[in-house]
């Protein structure tokens, strides 16, 4: 059975490998990049929930299909601060939609103020930290959590809940 995952970016394939092993160590991964259809840097938690639903179900076209995961950072804003935000969403052969989502932090004005011009947040954040590749290690939440939380565990958590609304849907039946 394989198990679909609609990025390459690395910290999401980690989260998605690390806790879909727990609960189907016979499972194959295959990572398909997809298009979310929404903005390259999603602005409010809709967007960003339909960005994960959008690349999910894109992969559940595919043969021996367990099910497709798609996970989509965004930012939302709350009472005039951006927060950041993060989504997911399995699909399963069947056409059936599970969704969560995980942590959420404020993020910096300076930060902000280059979201709200139109940037993206994983290169503003290379800018940041003088860095490359932050999206693909601890991410924007590992920066401002001081490492203690990394993008890839903000998504396990996601995956967690996904892997979990997915096992008790099969219960209900």
Same mark, same amino acid.
């Given at each position: 059975?394989?198990?679909?995952?609609?990025?390459?970016?690395?910290?999401?394939?980690?989260?998605?490998?690390?806790?879909?092993?727990?609960?189907?160590?016979?499972?194959?991964?295959?990572?398909?990049?997809?298009?979310?259809?929404?903005?390259?840097?999603?602005?409010?938690?809709?967007?960003?929930?339909?960005?994960?639903?959008?690349?999910?179900?894109?992969?559940? /076209?595919?043969?021996?299909?367990? =099910?497709?995961? *798609? #996970?989509?950072?965004?930012?939302?804003?709350? !009472?005039?601060?951006? %927060?950041?935000?993060?989504?997911?969403?399995?699909?399963?052969?069947?056409?059936?939609?599970?969704?969560?989502?995980?942590?959420?932090?404020?993020?910096?004005?300076?930060?902000?103020?280059?979201?709200?011009?139109?940037?993206?947040?994983?290169?503003?954040?290379?800018?940041?930290?003088?860095?490359?590749?932050?999206?693909?290690? /601890?991410?924007?939440?590992?920066? =401002?959590?001081? *490492? #203690?939380?990394?993008?890839?565990?903000?998504? !396990?958590?996601?995956? %967690?809940?996904?892997?979990?609304?997915?096992?008790?849907?099969?219960?209900?039946?």
């Amino acid at each position: 059975m394989k198990i679909y995952i609609g990025t390459n970016n690395k910290a999401k394939t980690k989260a998605v490998q690390t806790i879909a092993k727990l609960y189907y160590p016979d499972a194959s991964f295959v990572n398909k990049e997809v298009d979310s259809f929404v903005s390259v840097q999603p602005m409010s938690n809709e967007e960003t929930r339909q960005g994960a639903i959008n690349r999910a179900k894109q992969l559940i /076209e595919q043969q021996d299909t367990l =099910f497709g995961i *798609g #996970l989509e950072g965004g930012v939302q804003e709350i !009472e005039g601060v951006l %927060y950041m935000c993060n989504w997911g969403a399995l699909v399963t052969s069947g056409g059936e939609v599970f969704t969560a989502m995980g942590a959420g932090i404020p993020l910096p004005d300076e930060v902000s103020e280059k979201l709200r011009a139109g940037a993206e947040l994983g290169p503003v954040m290379d800018v940041y930290t003088n860095r490359k590749g932050i999206r693909h290690a /601890e991410g924007a939440i590992g920066v =401002f959590t001081d *490492g #203690l939380i990394t993008r890839s565990m903000m998504f !396990e958590h996601i995956m %967690y809940l996904l892997i979990g609304q997915y096992e008790l849907s099969k219960k209900l039946l």
